[in-house]
């Protein structure tokens, strides 16, 4: 399958950041909106952010207030990847028409560095369900097995471990909401107290064999691997395929697969459909794919108004 070549120049741009608009574009789930403030949840930190107010790339903060419990000092800067050159990533895949309207209409929209073992978990929740299950699900499991933190007079609760998760038994992981999702979270849990995945490889070893390591898990398929890769593991060639990207990479993009006329609405791809379109665009896009399905991803569910 060869690569469309790019349609036309590289914005010139100055990209800002929209806290707001990131934790909101399907890539992290335990977040809240109570009053002005935005709390997430992050491993063992509580972490909140005013909503008023944009970051651009000098470095100026403008009316955002960012604090945690425990103290998690500029925090934003990991969470956020302010530490990415934006512009410089950006500038490798916006000569494409469609990546580049995503962009012009979402500016602010970032990738976000997420705790490993919540990541790893969380993602294994959100296999064939909506953002509101997954949001549920985890919430559950944090009230359940986390510990409990007050801030602001409010009570919250941190994201258990892997280790207490792995502690859990099948009936209280099922009284989270986790149904089938049990059997996989468990198996993921497992993994990681074992060692058997092991967080630091992961991060150093190349896509590849991260990926595979990942895979010999029970539950982690192509998608969820590319997820947990991209968004914790420092993969940002990893390009997640939904049945939404597939359709988009079909019909802009003309990619297609022998076994592939026409990516079905509610139907996954085989595993060959999934690793010639996921390799397509690592080809395409370059090193820092991630960014350009983030922007994909975002742009085509807000144009088919779909609710988050």
């Not at 690569?3 to 929209?18: E, G, I, L, R």
Request: proline share 4%; hydrophobic share 35%.
């Amino acid at each position: 399958m060869t690569p469309k070549p790019f349609s036309q120049p590289p914005s010139s741009s100055v990209h800002v950041f929209d806290p707001c608009l990131t934790i909101n574009s399907g890539q992290m789930f335990l977040w809240e909106k109570i009053g002005q403030y935005w709390y997430g949840t992050y491993g063992n930190h509580i972490l909140k952010f005013s909503e008023s107010g944009v970051k651009d790339d000098s470095n100026n903060e403008e009316n955002i207030e960012f604090s945690s419990l425990p103290e998690y000092n500029r925090w934003q800067y990991d969470v956020f990847r302010l530490d990415d050159d934006i512009n410089k990533i950006l500038s490798d895949f916006s000569r494409d028409i469609l990546v580049s309207e995503a962009i012009r209409l979402y500016p602010g929209l970032r990738i976000m560095r997420q705790q490993p073992e919540q990541c790893m978990l969380s993602f294994v929740c959100a296999s064939n369900t909506n953002i509101l299950m997954i949001r549920r699900m985890l919430k559950n499991l944090s009230r359940k097995f986390g510990a409990k933190l007050e801030l602001d007079g409010r009570e919250f609760f941190t994201f258990p471990t892997a280790e207490r998760i792995n502690r859990a038994d099948d009936n209280e992981l099922r009284s989270c909401g986790l149904g089938y999702r049990t059997k996989s979270i468990k198996n993921m849990a497992k993994n990681i107290v074992s060692g058997e995945i092991d967080i630091k490889y992961l991060k150093s070893t190349n896509y590849h064999n991260a990926k595979k390591d990942l895979m010999r898990v029970y539950g982690i398929g192509n998608k969820i691997a590319d997820c947990i890769l991209l968004f914790s593991l420092e993969k940002l060639e990893a390009f997640p395929i939904d049945v939404w990207i597939a359709r988009t990479l079909f019909y802009h993009y003309g990619w297609q697969t022998k076994d592939m006329k026409e990516p079905k609405r509610n139907k996954k791809l085989s595993t060959n459909q999934y690793n010639i379109l996921s390799e397509t665009a690592r080809e395409y896009f370059g090193k820092y794919s991630g960014y350009a399905q983030q922007y994909l991803y975002y742009h085509i569910r807000e144009s088919a108004h779909k609710n988050w």
